[in-house]
């Protein structure tokens, strides 16, 4: 079985930009699709990021992802921080024994 | 517009069952493979189990393996989980997510959520 692990919490000003890291504990990050979900407080998840570096529809472009093969991580980068992006975000990405696999989270303070 | 809502939580005793429903909305519910995901009080998201649109192949996670059934009617637009021999450790929110195609692919992943419904397992 493979982790996801995701820094604690972050904070940054607003129109700052924020990076959020999720390594991946054994296994290529590379080879299985990475994907981000937001939660803000009392609500469910929805989807920013998609197959490593793919936006739904409605998500800003300031939303953005990649993929880091010599430190076998994934990074959300959110650019132009508004306070209404202040949340939780979870990475998530899988492989053959483990079906999803979601990280532990990252709080994102926007102060 | 999607919709998804849970029903179906509330506190039982440890030994317990429950059947979690979700009633879905908004798309050809048929045409995609559904999951349940939950997520315990202050904690991250555990994915529970997964349904193909068919209803023919189920997952599940190895911590209810055994425990819990995911099943699905499209006659009604509706997923279920029954979830029985309930612990502690199953007290969670749970969400029902929507895959983005019919199949249970793990590549795929979980464009619409519901918001959620709160199981207690507690004597």
């Known amino acids: 079985n493979f982790m996801l692990t995701q820094p604690h919490s972050v904070s940054e000003s607003p129109g700052k930009t924020v990076t959020i890291s999720c390594t991946r504990s054994s296994g290529s990050i590379a080879s299985n699709y990475v994907q981000w979900y937001q939660q803000r407080p009392g609500s469910a998840p929805t989807t920013v990021i998609y197959?490593?570096?793919?936006?739904p529809s409605g998500v800003p472009d300031r939303f953005s992802g990649s993929i880091d093969s010599s430190s076998n991580s994934a990074s959300l980068t959110i650019s132009g921080l508004k306070t209404e992006d202040e949340a939780d975000y979870y990475c998530?990405?899988?492989?053959?024994?483990?079906?999803?696999?979601f990280g532990g989270g990252t709080k994102l303070t926007v102060l | 517009e999607v919709q998804l809502l849970e029903s179906g939580g509330g506190l039982v005793q440890p030994g317990g069952s429950l059947r979690l429903s979700c009633a879905a909305s908004g798309f050809t519910f048929s045409s995609y493979a559904m999951s349940w995901v939950r997520q315990a009080p202050g904690k991250g998201l555990e994915w529970v189990s997964a349904i193909s649109g068919s209803g023919g192949s189920t997952y599940y996670a190895d911590s209810v393996k055994g425990r819990f059934t995911i099943s699905r009617d499209n006659s009604k637009n509706t997923l279920y989980l029954q979830m029985n021999s309930l612990r502690a450790e199953d007290t969670a929110v749970y969400y029902c997510?929507?895959?983005?195609?019919?199949?249970?692919?793990?590549?795929?992943?979980?464009?619409?959520w519901g918001q959620g419904t709160l199981v207690t397992v507690s004597s």
């Open positions: 197959e490593d570096n793919q936006r």
């Open positions: 998530q990405s899988y492989d053959s024994s483990n079906f999803w696999v």
């Open positions: 997510a929507k895959g983005t195609i019919f199949g249970v692919v793990m590549s795929d992943y979980f464009d619409y």
